[in-house]
């Protein structure tokens, strides 16, 4: 299982149950990731898309204690996810939000694709920061590019002690 979020510089994810910023390059990398593969969630992350309903072209799974009834799989605690997620190959697994879920999972994630952006995007929802984890170590950082007004570096931290599932 893997993790994919963007970041801003004190590692807020997200504002007011949305994105802070709009960044066209990011979106790209994660639909071209996530495309015909499997996303975890929350239902405030399931919420937060257009019209509230589950990404297209990929296989939904929402953590949540009540049964959701859109076109997506509902498991209502750890075990049933993990009994879920066994049946797909790990590496098509990707938890994408909310910051509950990141927390509660990122032990369990092999891998986490982080866009940093270089900006304070005013989060009220934050990630830890990978860098001061003393089990995730930065294994690739891009160089810098501009993605609609912010300097964004796309990178990969490893899991030195993945908890398996």
């Known amino acids: 299982m893997r993790a994919i979020f963007h970041a801003d ?7 007011a149950n949305g994105l802070m910023f709009s960044l066209p390059k990011d979106m790209k990398f994660f639909r071209e990731t996530t495309t015909g593969k499997v ?4 239902y405030n992350t399931l919420r937060s898309f257009p019209g509230g309903k589950p990404l297209k072209g990929r296989t939904n799974i929402v953590l949540c204690p009540e049964d ?10 750890l075990e049933e996810l993990f009994e879920e997620v066994k049946k797909y190959p790990e590496d098509d697994v990707f938890v994408i939000g909310g910051a509950s879920v990141y927390r ?13 952006v270089d900006a304070d995007g005013g ?3 934050f990630v830890p920061n990978l860098d001061e984890e003393k089990t995730f170590e930065l294994a690739f950082e891009s160089e810098p590019e501009e993605d609609n007004g912010h300097t964004i570096r796309f990178c990969t931290y490893k899991n030195l002690a993945v908890r398996p599932i």
């Open 9 to 15: 510089k004190k590692w807020g994810i997200g504002k």
């Open 39 to 42: 996303v975890v969630m929350g």
């Open 68 to 77: 959701v009834e859109e076109d997506v799989i509902t498991v209502h605690s």
């Open 104 to 116: 509660l999972l990122l032990p369990y994630c092999s891998e986490v694709l982080v866009t940093k």
């Open 123 to 125: 989060a009220d929802v």
